[in-house]
């Protein structure tokens, strides 16, 4: 059972920064694709980073690009987000999401869609005052 656990929401100023964290178990993360979706109240959840099995590479949602960096830790099992300059349409709940496929070939990952990711963590608050 694959198991997605995130970490580092909370509340933070405009202009300021967070790093999420999400901490996967229950078969070999290095295998996988890993997204960071979001999801604001009232609207569909949509995409925000994604990274390849081998962290060789990224891919943004044009709203972060610049501001946010996705990364991962194999030896670890967790992928991060780092949320510098947020907005307060940053917030929303993130969620972290494992590939489907194993040693997916970059050229055929759709990192947006979210048919590409099988399981999904709870979800971390992120709220961004003005």
């Known amino acids: 059972q694959v198991q997605l656990v995130e970490s580092g929401g909370g509340l933070v100023q405009t202009g300021g920064s967070l790093r999420l964290s999400c901490a996967a178990s229950?078969?070999?993360?290095?295998?996988?694709?890993m997204g960071w979706f979001r999801q604001a109240p009232g609207k569909e959840r949509e995409f925000v980073a994604a990274?390849?099995?081998?962290?060789?590479?990224?891919y943004y949602a044009s709203s972060v690009k610049g501001r946010f960096t996705i990364s991962r830790d194999n030896a670890k099992s967790t992928v991060y987000l780092q949320m510098n300059s947020l907005k307060p349409e940053d917030t929303a709940v993130y969620y972290c999401?494992?590939?489907?496929?194993?040693?997916?070939?970059?050229?055929?990952?759709?990192?947006?869609?979210?048919?590409?990711?099988?399981?999904w963590g709870q979800g971390t608050q992120v709220t961004v005052s003005s």
């Open positions: 229950g078969r070999t993360f290095s295998m996988y694709d």
């Open positions: 990274i390849s099995w081998s962290g060789g590479n990224t």
């Open positions: 999401a494992a590939g489907r496929l194993p040693y997916r070939n970059p050229i055929a990952t759709i990192p947006h869609d979210q048919h590409e990711y099988d399981y």
